[in-house]
């Protein structure tokens, strides 16, 4: 089992940034790709942007340019930097865990934190 604990969600105005944080403990050994994925009321899970041991990421285009993914192997940590935020980009964002590289559909991933609201005010 693989536990995942999110922090550094909050409210922020447009154009704003906010930087999301992820701990992964347990199995680690059997994780490939870490993300976060986002969730707004009424509407499916979505990829956000994933990253993989070899360092192979990949971004929802909506959110290219102005976001950030990176990981820190030794801390089992990963991170999402969020610029130029959107009221659009409001939403509960989850991080997740996959066995495969490439998990940029959120069926593919194994592991899922609890969660963290992101809220950008107009």
């Known amino acids: 089992q693989v536990q995942l604990v999110e922090s550094g969600g909050g409210l922020v105005q447009a154009g704003g940034s906010l930087r999301l944080s992820c701990a992964a403990s347990?199995?680690?050994?059997?994780?490939?790709?870490m993300g976060w994925y986002r969730q707004a009321p009424g509407k499916q899970r979505e990829l956000v942007a994933t990253?993989?041991?070899?360092?192979?990421?990949n971004f929802r285009d909506s959110v290219k340019g102005r976001f950030t993914i990176s990981r820190d192997n030794a801390k089992n940590t990963v991170y999402l930097q969020m610029s130029s935020l959107k009221p659009e980009d409001t939403a509960l964002y989850y991080c997740?865990?996959?066995?495969?590289?490439?998990?940029?559909?959120?069926?593919?991933?194994?592991?899922w934190g609890q969660g963290t609201q992101v809220t950008v005010s107009s």
């Open positions: 347990g199995s680690i050994f059997s994780i490939n790709a």
């Open positions: 997740g865990a996959s066995r495969l590289r490439i998990a940029t559909n959120p069926s593919r991933v194994k592991y």
């Open positions: 990253i993989a041991t070899d360092g192979t990421t």
